[in-house]
């Protein structure tokens, strides 16, 4: 009965937004970890749990294999977002990005973490309130760009009236697209009333003159009797990330993947080719020291090779005047 009851208000609640022509956009994220994540991928997660107030937090995960299990978890918060940290050997950290249950889904290894206590920025935001979110012109060139940008905004996009929201947007997030790269900025919109000294004087640049610039500006502010210009200046909050996509996957966490960056290299290759080439150069120091010993075994330079090649030479005083 419970069922039939919930499709039966989902269907009415779906009657009632077309009838007062409204759609209603409702976005609620899961984020979770998984195990072994370090002290500052935990602090990114805080970070991001208080710029997102339609998030819902949820202990780690045990398992690294089995992820099709979240979208369990995602049914049973009634989440249709999930974000999702993977971190691998301690030093690692994926990020799955999916929109449950249907998909698709996003993998990506994040670098270059800087979180809000490490960066220590004068910016800082209301917290509830709802970011502007501003994605770099190279997003609506590619169909898996143009994939990426949905499970962003669908992700980081405050819904209006969401839980836990202020009506206030006071930040901003920047999407910026650079060497097959997402650059991810939080900043925080400050807004100063410009002071009647410096419309003054940008005027009197204008005009020529600073009084009659001053006149004017004393006129314009009787005549209408509200606040003066602002002026609008960024300043950042942080966290700041980066994020290189891997692949895309059809479904959520999981069916065939319709997208795949050929480019990307694993961090444990780069870190096994520095260990051959440091292992290769130990071995040609090695080889450099043989030789050379075998080197001055011929030449006779080496106290037990002279002794040796003393006993069988005739020629040696011992042998001469025995």
């Known amino acids: 009965m419970a069922a039939v009851y919930k499709s039966l208000s989902k269907s009415n609640g779906h009657k009632d937004q077309v009838a007062n022509g409204v759609k209603k956009n409702k976005q609620r994220v899961l984020i979770l970890t998984s195990r072994g994540v370090t002290y500052r991928h935990r602090h990114l997660l805080n970070d991001l749990y208080s710029l997102l107030p339609h998030s819902r937090k949820d202990a780690k995960l ?10 369990e978890i995602a049914e049973l918060y009634n989440c249709n977002n999930v974000l999702f940290f993977e971190a691998r050997k301690g030093k690692d950290l994926y990020i ?38 501003s994605f770099d012109a190279a ?35 920047g999407f910026t697209l650079a060497d097959g790269k997402i650059w991810i900025r939080c900043f925080q919109i ?25 006149g004017a500006v004393k ?9 003066g210009e602002t002026k609008l200046s960024l300043t950042e909050i942080g966290p700041r990330f980066v994020l290189t996509p891997i692949v895309i996957l059809e ?30 150069r130990y071995a040609r120091r090695s080889e450099q020291g043989v030789d050379g010993k075998a080197k001055k075994g011929e030449l006779g330079l080496r106290s037990g090779e002279r002794r040796r090649s003393r006993e069988g030479d005739e020629l040696d005083e011992r042998v001469l005047f025995a």
């Open 96 to 133: 799955w990005m999916s929109k449950a249950p249907n998909g698709p889904t996003a993998k990506m290894h994040l670098q270059n973490l800087h979180t809000m206590s490490e960066l220590h920025f004068p910016g800082n935001c209301l917290k509830g309130s709802r970011p502007i979110l």
């Open 139 to 173: 997003f609506n060139t590619q169909p898996h760009l143009l994939v990426i940008k949905e499970l962003l905004t669908h992700i980081f996009g405050v819904p209006k009236g969401a839980r836990k929201t202020k009506p206030f947007v006071d930040h901003v997030m």
């Open 219 to 227: 006129t314009k502010a009787n005549k209408k009797g509200e606040r």
């Open 62 to 71: 045990d398992t690294k294999t089995k992820l099709y299990q979240l979208n």
């Open 251 to 280: 479904s959520s966490f999981g069916g065939p993947v319709i997208y795949e960056n050929k480019e990307f290299v694993s961090p444990n290759q780069i870190r096994s080719e520095l260990r051959l080439g440091k292992a290769g």
């Open 190 to 214: 400050s807004e100063t009333e410009i002071s009647k000294s410096d419309t003054a004087t940008a005027a009197g640049t204008v005009n020529g003159t600073g009084k009659e610039a001053e």
